[in-house]
């Protein structure tokens, strides 16, 4: 009996290590292997060692004399280390200690998970951020469901648009709710925010309340200190025009001109309202989004690349989303796309060849659990007609080898290193 008791034990400890070896386990690495010294301290600024990987990206925390701020990959640390520069110039013209110590509690409370898997990795980690896991996941139907929330549901009476009156408030609220996060800024507020070089709607607070601080008085006192304008917003690669939009435009403004842009391409009213509605979506990445779908012009379907945006639900989320939607203008400009796919809300396309392209901002994969379900899922997701068909799969980064076996065997062709990692 007790015999085979322990055979059984050590079945299942042998088939537990088995099940492990299926999988990667991507190792910590140092700062200094990964980073240039630009990006690895400078000014009130250093990167926290070691840096961790989910299978995807590298999480760096960095910690900086005004809180600490979370990065999902390098090309989202270079847009951190940009705004505490821009914080280090404001620094110097006036106090913002006070700012950012009233603000810290916040600041601590976005990264407070990323630092304790710096701390206790092996206890804490537990795979990639739920919001790029559902960017793997089926949406076919999800916009256009999304919008019927909006267009149709609901109880009460109609009104004289034919929608219910609770449907009708729905919808106002969430455009009263974007109007409340974006509206606020001022036009010396993105004049400041110019001249730093940084995105008018970060979602940095301690840079959102020193910039207002500082726009008011900027508005009635002339300060000798200016600031060189960068020619984009680093990391994102933007048309001059759109950049000026951004910078110079009422926000409000920017939503109008965009219906007839977005009635264009094929979404329904109710889906424009919703996608302008989106939290995440802020004004840099609907001008973003829509100058991506510029680049594409005369590719079908790219209404698509709204409506699978309309579901993005969390700041990490979209900028891979947006980042992604990048690549698949990179495989334009080497290869025409014929259309747009439907179905994974990684961005995904059909060449004229029939070859179908998928495309993910992910700068470091591993072959771990979570990246061979979000395989399976992608796979499953794309329409049942492009299945079958040649398969490439365009990546930010780098692929581990036996990522590249999985892929392969899967049946897909790698593109890796096509998006440029900054180096400031």
Partial sequence: MRTTMGLAILAGVLSGVAAAEQFEAPADQSVEALLPESMAAGENF?????????GLMHRFVLDSRFGKFDAYGQIDLALRIREVAALTQLSKISPLDAVASGLGNGVMSEVSTVTDVAKRPVETI????????????????EGREAASDVKGAGAGSADGSGQSQSTVAKGKAAAQHYADRYFGGTAAERRWYKKLGVDPYTSNQVLRQAVHKDAKLDASAAFGVRFVALPEIAGLGIARHALDAIY??????????????????GLTPAEVEHWQNNLVLSPTRQT???????????????????RHAMGLASETEAKVYLR???????VHRQQPLASVLPGVRLPAARLADGRIVVCGAFESVYWTADV??????????LPADARDAPREIWLEGAVSERARQEFEQLGWHIHENVGIVPAL
């Fill in 288 to 306: 973003l989004l829509l100058e991506a779908a510029h680049s594409l012009d005369g590719v079908a379907g790219r209404a698509e690349l709204f």
């Fill in 46 to 54: 250093k990167v926290q060692d070691p840096v961790l990987s989910d």
């Fill in 248 to 265: 110079n435009e009422d926000p409000a403004v920017l939503r109008a001109r965009q219906r007839d842009t977005l009635t264009g391409l």
């Fill in 324 to 330: 992604s939607v990048g690549l698949l203008v990179v």
């Fill in 126 to 141: 537990t795979g990639i951020p739920r919001g790029i896991s559902h960017l793997f996941r089926g949406a076919v139907a």
């Fill in 372 to 381: 061979a379900e979000g395989e399976r899922d992608i796979r499953e997701s």
